[in-house]
C-alpha cells in the first residue's frame, strides 16, 4: 500500500535539548495513524515539522512525495492542520475567518464558500456563521477551527489533541466527523491522551516517549505486547511509557531521576 | 502581483479586527488626544498667562511712564482675567530678590530719566528681568511684555511724528526717537521661538505615528504568535514577504490616522497652523513609518513574546523621545548627543516635519531629510525580512 508520509530519521533540537530523536515511520493512504506519547514526548514538534512550521534539524520527511523543507509549497497543498491551539481570530465572525483563511490559499469565494458549508452543516455550525469567533464556546471553536483546516481539501489531516477541552457531546460528534472523513478518503495524524479515542479511531499507533518511537502497530497487535489478560490501549501505554509523571520543573522536564535539556514551562496550557 | 494581493488580505484582515477590538479602539483615540492635551498643558501658550505677578519698577513716574503700566495691567489674554498682577518695587536689586523668592514671575524696570528722554526726543530703555528658574513661563511672560513694550512706543512715535507734521515740534528729531522712542532691553533671555507649542507639534505627531507604528507591528506579529494563529497563516502557500509587508500595511495606515488626529488637535485646540503643503506632510510621516518599519520586524522577529517585544522596543523609544528633538532643538544638546541624534531616524522626520509645517518649507528644503529617511528604511529593511524569513520557522 502506498504511503501518504513517510518520515525518517527526523530530529529536532533545541539548543541542546532534543525534542524529537531519530524518528521514522509511515503513514499509509487511507489510514487513521494515531500518534501517543506522555506531554513533552515530542508530537507535536514533530507534527510542526511535518506541516512545514518547523525546520528540522535533521533527516527527511515527505508528504504525498514532497519533501516538507525543499518542497512546501507543495505540502502546504495538501495539508490541513488542527493544531493545539485554535487556528481563529476572536474578533473575526466564522465566516470572516474561513473566508481569510480560504484566501491565503487563493481561492475564489464561492468556492470557499462551496467548501465550508459541506462541513459546517455537517457539524451544525451554519446558524453560527455570522457571530464573532470570541463568543464561542471551546466546542463551537474547535468545529469552526476544524472546517477551516479542511479548507484545503487536504488529503491528510493532522489532528493535535482534538478533542481536548470539550464536553462529551462535542467530543462524540468531532470522532464521528474523523471517521467520517476518513471514510471519504483523507488520512488522519491524530494525537490524543485518551486513550479509548485512539483506541477507537486508529487504525494503527505509533508510541513516543522522549523523543523517539517507542512502538509503531496495529492495536491489536500492541495489545499482545502488555503481560496481563484482556490489556487496554492504556495498559499497553504505561508499560511502554512507564508509570513516572514527566515532570516540568524550572524549564526542565525530569524523569526517571535524568534531567533533560530546557523546555519551556508553558508547555501544556489550555 | 500576488504578494500584493495576498499582503492586502492580511492587512484587511488585520484591520478588521483591530476595528472589532473596542478596548484596542478606544487607546488609540485616546492615546493622542492624552499626549496633546498633556504636551499643551505642560508647555504653556499665551492663553495661560493670567494672573501672573510681575514686579514693576517705575522710577520715572510721570504720566508717560504710568500709562505704560497702566496698559500692561490693563491687558487681558484669557477672557477676563489680568494677564499680569502688578507689584511695585522700589529697584532693580528688589525685583530679583522678588523673583528669587517666587514672589513674581518677572519684572520691569523703568529708569528715572524716561519721561526726560522722550519729552527731548532722545531714545530710552527700560529693561525687562526674566525668572530663569521657569523658562517656558517667562518666555511668554517676556514676549508678552516685550510686544506691549512696542506696541507702547509706537504710539508714541506716532504722536511725535504727528506733531511735526504739524509743526509743533522741532524737525532735528533723532530717527530713532521716532521709530522707536522706547527700547526694551531683555536679560538674561535664551531666544526661544513664537510659539513653543508650534515648534513641538510636529514633534508629537511623528513621535505618536511611528511609535505607535513600531510597537503595533512587533505587538500584533507576536501576539499571532502566541494565540497560534500565525501557524495558520505560515502553513499557507503565501510569500513570508507578504505577511510581513501586509501587517506594516495596517500599522501604517492606522499610524496615519492617528497622525491625523493629532494635526486636527493642534490646529482646534491650539491653534497650530500648518504653513506648507499637508500633502507633504502626509508624505513625510509615510517616509518616516518606512524608515521604521525594518526595526519594528527585527524586534518581532526575535522577540517570542509580547511583552519582551515590548519592553524591547520601550528600550529604543525612551531615548529616542529625549535625543530625537521632540522636546528641545538639538542643537541645544551636548555635541555627543547631537551625534546620537542624528543617528536616529525619528530625528529626521521631525526635522522636516518642522521645517513643512511651521516654516512653510517646499519639497526641496527637506530633500536631505527624505533621502536619508529612504536610505534608513532600505536598509534595516534588508536586513529584518530576510531575519524574519528565517526566524519565522525556526
Ligand atoms: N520552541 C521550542 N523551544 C524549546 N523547546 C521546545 C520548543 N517547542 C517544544 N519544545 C520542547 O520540546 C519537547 C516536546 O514538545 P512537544 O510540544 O512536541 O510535546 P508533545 O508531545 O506535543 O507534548 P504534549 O502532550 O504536552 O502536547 C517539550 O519538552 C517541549 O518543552
Ligand atoms: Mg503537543
Given at each position: 500500500?502506498?504511503n501518504?508520509i ?12 532534543t525534542?524529537v ?6 503513514i ?9 506519547g ?9 507534527i ?7 525546520r ?10 514532497h519533501d ?13 492542520l ?11 465572525t ?14 475564489p ?17 451554519t ?16 468545529r ?44 488522519v ?19 513516543i ?6 512502538a ?35 524549564g ?7 534531567m ?11 | ?19 472589532r ?5 478606544i ?5 493622542p ?12 501658550n499665551q ?37 499680569f ?15 528669587k523668592?517666587q514672589?513674581i ?5 523703568i ?11 532722545e ?18 511672560v ?9 506696541g507702547?512706543?509706537?504710539q508714541?512715535g506716532?504722536?511725535k511724528?504727528?506733531?511735526?507734521l504739524v509743526?509743533?515740534?522741532?524737525a ?5 526717537s ?7 532691553k ?13 515648534f ?14 513600531l510597537t ?12 497560534g ?7 499557507s ?11 506594516a500595511?495596517?500599522?501604517?495606515i ?15 485646540l ?9 500633502l507633504l506632510?502626509?508624505?513625510l510621516?509615510?517616509?518616516?513609518i ?41 542643537l541645544m ?10 543617528v536616529?531616524?525619528l530625528t529626521?522626520a ?22 536619508i ?22
Amino acid at each position: 500500500m502506498e504511503n501518504i508520509i513517510e518520515v525518517k530519521n527526523l530530529t529536532k533540537k533545541f539548543g541542546h535539548f532534543t525534542a524529537v530523536d531519530n524518528v521514522s515511520f509511515n503513514i499509509r493512504k487511507k489510514e487513521i495513524f494515531g500518534f501517543l506519547g506522555p506531554n513533552g514526548a515530542g508530537k507535536s514538534t514533530t507534527i510542526r515539522m511535518l506541516t512545514t512550521l518547523l525546520r528540522p534539524t535533521s533527516g527527511d520527511a515527505t508528504i504525498a512525495s514532497h519533501d516538507v523543507v525543499k518542497k512546501q509549497d507543495q505540502v502546504r497543498k495538501h495539508i490541513g492542520l488542527v493544531a493545539e491551539k485554535i487556528i481563529l481570530y476572536d474578533h473575526l465572525t466564522a465566516r470572516e475567518n474561513l473566508e481569510f483563511f480560504g484566501r491565503l490559499f487563493h481561492l475564489p469565494k464561492d468556492e470557499i464558500k462551496r467548501r465550508s458549508e459541506k462541513w459546517i452543516g455537517k457539524l451544525h455550525m451554519t446558524e453560527w456563521l455570522n457571530a464573532q469567533v470570541g463568543t464561542f464556546s471551546t466546542g463551537m471553536k474547535q468545529r469552526i477551527n476544524i472546517v477551516r483546516a479542511l479548507l484545503t481539501e487536504p488529503d491528510i489531516l493532522f489532528l493535535d489533541e482534538p478533542t481536548l477541552g470539550l464536553d462529551p457531546q462535542t467530543t462524540h460528534m468531532i470522532r464521528g466527523f474523523i471517521r467520517e472523513l476518513n471514510n471519504q478518503g483523507v488520512s488522519v495524524l491524530l494525537t490524543t491522551h485518551d486513550m479509548l479515542e485512539a483506541e477507537e479511531l486508529s487504525d494503527r499507533i505509533a508510541i513516543i516517549d522522549h523523543g523517539k518511537i517507542a512502538a509503531s502497530d496495529t492495536v491489536e497487535n500492541l495489545k499482545k505486547r502488555a503481560q496481563k489478560e484482556n490489556p487496554t490501549l492504556e495498559d499497553v501505554f504505561l508499560a511502554i511509557t512507564g508509570k513516572e509523571i514527566r515532570d516540568v520543573t524550572n524549564g526542565r522536564v525530569a524523569t526517571r531521576g535524568h534531567m533533560h535539556g530546557p523546555i519551556r514551562a508553558n508547555n501544556r496550557v489550555r | 502581483m500576488q504578494t500584493i494581493f495576498d499582503l492586502w488580505q492580511i492587512a484587511k484582515k488585520d484591520l478588521l479586527e483591530f476595528r472589532r477590538d473596542r478596548l484596542r479602539l478606544i487607546t488609540f483615540f485616546i492615546m493622542p488626544i492624552f499626549m496633546m492635551i498633556m504636551v499643551g498643558f505642560i508647555f504653556p501658550n499665551q492663553n495661560s498667562i493670567k494672573n501672573i505677578s510681575i514686579g514693576v519698577v517705575n522710577q520715572d513716574n510721570q504720566s508717560v511712564s504710568q500709562g505704560l503700566v497702566e496698559s500692561i495691567i490693563d491687558l487681558k489674554l484669557s477672557g477676563d482675567n489680568p494677564a499680569f498682577v502688578v507689584k511695585d518695587y522700589s529697584n532693580i536689586e528688589a525685583i530679583k530678590d522678588g523673583i528669587k523668592k517666587q514672589e513674581i514671575s518677572g519684572g520691569l524696570f523703568i529708569p528715572s530719566d524716561f519721561s526726560t528722554k522722550i519729552a527731548q526726543s532722545e531714545q530710552t530703555e527700560v529693561t525687562v528681568v526674566e525668572d530663569q528658574s521657569n523658562p517656558q513661563i517667562s518666555q511668554m511672560v517676556n514676549q508678552v511684555l516685550v510686544k506691549i513694550i512696542d506696541g507702547f512706543s509706537g504710539q508714541l512715535g506716532q504722536q511725535k511724528i504727528n506733531q511735526i507734521l504739524v509743526g509743533r515740534a522741532s524737525a532735528n528729531t533723532s530717527a530713532q526717537s521716532i521709530m522707536a522712542p522706547i527700547q526694551a532691553k531683555l536679560i538674561g533671555i535664551i531666544p526661544g521661538n513664537p510659539n513653543y507649542f508650534e515648534f513641538v507639534a510636529p514633534g508629537i505627531m511623528a513621535m505618536i505615528v511611528m511609535t505607535a507604528v513600531l510597537t503595533g507591528l512587533a505587538a500584533s506579529i507576536s501576539r499571532e504568535k502566541e494565540q497560534g494563529t500565525l501557524d495558520g497563516i505560515l502553513i499557507s502557500p503565501i510569500n513570508r514577504l507578504a505577511i510581513i509587508l501586509g501587517k506594516a500595511l495596517s500599522q501604517s495606515i492606522r499610524g496615519l490616522i492617528q497622525g491625523a488626529i493629532v494635526l486636527l488637535l493642534a490646529f482646534f485646540l491650539f491653534g497650530v497652523t500648518v504653513h506648507g503643503s499637508l500633502l507633504l506632510v502626509a508624505l513625510l510621516l509615510i517616509l518616516g513609518i518606512f524608515s521604521f518599519v525594518g526595526l519594528g520586524i527585527l524586534v518581532s522577529a526575535i522577540a517570542t513574546e509580547q511583552e519582551t517585544a515590548t519592553q524591547l522596543l520601550f528600550m529604543f523609544q525612551f531615548p529616542m523621545l529625549f535625543l530625537s528633538g521632540v522636546f528641545f532643538p538639538i542643537l541645544m544638546m551636548p555635541s555627543i548627543m547631537q551625534k546620537i541624534a542624528h543617528v536616529i531616524p525619528l530625528t529626521y522626520a521631525i526635522t522636516a516635519l518642522r521645517k513643512v509645517m511651521v516654516l512653510g518649507a517646499g519639497f526641496g528644503a527637506v530633500r536631505t531629510e527624505f533621502l536619508i529617511l529612504l536610505i534608513f528604511g532600505v536598509v534595516t529593511l534588508t536586513i529584518s525580512v530576510p531575519v524574519f524569513k528565517r526566524v519565522i520557522t525556526k
